[in-house]
């Protein structure tokens, strides 16, 4: 990770990249489309004057594909320090979690096709117990994700040795 992405003040959080919105973006299109063809077939039926379900899915739908993700955006955010990592996260439900590198179990970076084709990644640190056991942060430029799950790896190998 270079300086520039890491944070100026002690509670500052480390936004994600911009390119996040662009997956999460295609990603809610991807998920829209069965609803509109669904609207498309309904609309064709003429069960109902033209644009009266189709014109209403798409207003909706419009704005949760140029608003959610944005707002999504904007909701998270992290922090790794010299042995913990704090995600940040959630619009209507916030999610502050903590992870000491002392309880990582594993640590995971994935990719998705979205997230391939952007160059981003999540990285995912497993840890010991039940509750909050995998903390997932997406959004991530996948060079990034790969230098902090390294980085991690050395704090959890220095403390078991």
């Known amino acids: 990770m270079d300086a ?3 944070p100026a003040e002690p509670d500052m959080l480390t ?9 999460v973006r295609i990603g809610w299109v ?3 489309l069965p609803v509109l063809l669904g609207a498309l077939v309904l609309e064709s ?4 004057p033209w644009g009266a379900f189709l014109g209403p899915v798409l207003v909706v739908g419009m704005v949760a594909v140029l608003r959610v993700p944005l707002r999504r955006y904007k909701a998270r955010g992290y922090r790794l320090d010299e042995d ?6 959630g619009l209507l439900f916030r999610s502050d979690t903590v992870v000491p590198f002392g309880r990582v179990q594993h640590i ?3 990719q998705g096709p979205l997230e391939r084709l952007h160059g981003l990644g ?13 903390v997932s942060l997406p959004g991530l430029l996948h060079g990034d994700a790969l230098a902090m799950r390294e980085a991690i790896r050395a ?3 220095r403390e078991t040795m």
């Open 108 to 110: 995971d970076v994935e």
């Open 84 to 89: 913990r990592l704090r995600v940040v996260k």
């Open 4 to 6: 520039a992405s890491q």
């Open 45 to 48: 039926r003429e069960l109902l």
């Open 155 to 157: 704090h959890v190998t």
């Open 30 to 32: 991807l998920g829209l």
């Open 15 to 23: 936004p994600l990249d911009p390119a996040f919105v662009k997956v």
């Open 122 to 134: 999540t990285l995912v640190l497993h840890t010991a117990g039940n509750h909050n056991s995998s």
